[in-house]
């Protein structure tokens, strides 16, 4: 997790980002920075093994509160870094960041995967905001969107050995979500899926590939994405009495929009379950819980997808 230096609401990104809205403050930061500090408290206190890097002021870097679409690490060591559109959030890619967490929390980097030279040619895929992985059957779900290319999809799957699924999905005013990590998540044994936002074609068929791998499929509506209730991630934690168990982490106004009997199900398929508070970055930068969260795994290490 990346803690924030100077976020804010950034006019480049809200082109593709609909979920953007700027309240005409001057800046997010302090808002943004209390609930950052909050949301790692509450983690680390449901037993979550949280590496806090903290953000450079020079250059500036309103959306660096969002590591997971920059990189993503794999259980065989495999380090990804990715093609950003947005050329303010290029910034963001820190070798420092990477060094930090191989001496924090013990990863190696065995192998580099460096697709950022497809932004030369206007291709590009934000990492785990373009891509929910469902890392134990290795399927990569994508949406199409200017931010998510099908030739750099086929490409990282080729070298990380994925089959990939990709559809489209639009919000009510028919633009496509700009990340598919805001209508759908891959937990182990649930997948939430905002299918009143795909065709009856594309729903039945990402639908019938999650029930073949497992998974229970559940849907949620608009009103349960516009308040990211898409946008939530299932973490493994400790427990003295479970052992290794599933945190399913998501916002708080995600938790107020989710229907009972969606609540009902999601709870059902985890072991426990929390919200944490995030209106300033929900509603400045456009993305919640999830996109703040770049998941390392471990060789040998339980992990829940």
């Known amino acids: 997790m990346i803690r924030p230096a100077a976020f804010d609401y950034n006019p480049e990104t809200a082109v593709t980002n609909k ?13 943004a920075l209390s609930e950052f500090d909050a949301c790692v408290q509450a983690l680390r206190a449901e037993g979550v093994t949280v590496c806090a890097v903290a953000d450079t002021p020079q250059p500036p870097k309103p959306d660096a509160i969002f590591p997971n679409n920059w990189v993503s690490f794999h259980e065989d060591g495999t380090l990804v ?18 060094d930090t967490l191989v001496q924090q929390l013990g990863f190696k980097v065995t192998r580099t995967v460096d697709l950022t030279h497809y932004e030369a040619s206007g291709r590009f895929l934000e990492g785990t905001g373009s891509l929910v992985l469902d890392r134990c059957n290795r399927v990569a779900y994508a949406c199409t969107s200017p931010r998510t290319h ?68 559940v849907e949620i509506q608009y009103d349960e994405i516009e308040q990211f209730a898409g946008n939530m991630l299932e973490l493994a934690v400790w427990d003295e009495a479970l052992g290794d168990a599933r945190l399913l982490v998501m ?32 509603r400045l930068g456009g993305g919640s819980v999830r996109c703040m969260l770049a998941e390392v795994f471990l060789p040998g290490r339980a992990h829940p997808t």
């Open 150 to 217: 099908p030739d750099v999809l086929d490409d990282w799957a080729r070298q990380l050995g994925y089959e990939w699924v990709m559809f489209d999905a639009a919000d009510r005013s028919g633009a496509p979500y700009y990340h598919t990590n805001v209508m759908m998540s891959v937990g182990a044994r649930m997948a939430v899926l905002g299918t009143c936002a795909m065709s009856a074609e594309d729903r039945a068929r990402v639908i019938e590939k999650l029930e073949v791998s497992g998974h229970d499929v």
């Open 81 to 98: 870094l990715y093609p950003m559109q947005a050329e303010s959030r290029r910034r963001e890619r820190r070798p420092d960041v990477i």
């Open 19 to 31: 979920m953007q809205r700027p309240d005409g403050t001057h800046s997010g930061q302090a808002g």
């Open 251 to 282: 916002s708080e106004a995600a938790r107020r929009a989710i229907r009972p009997e969606v609540f009902a199900r999601l709870s059902a398929n985890t072991d426990y379950t929390l919200s944490v508070p995030l209106p300033t970055i929900e």
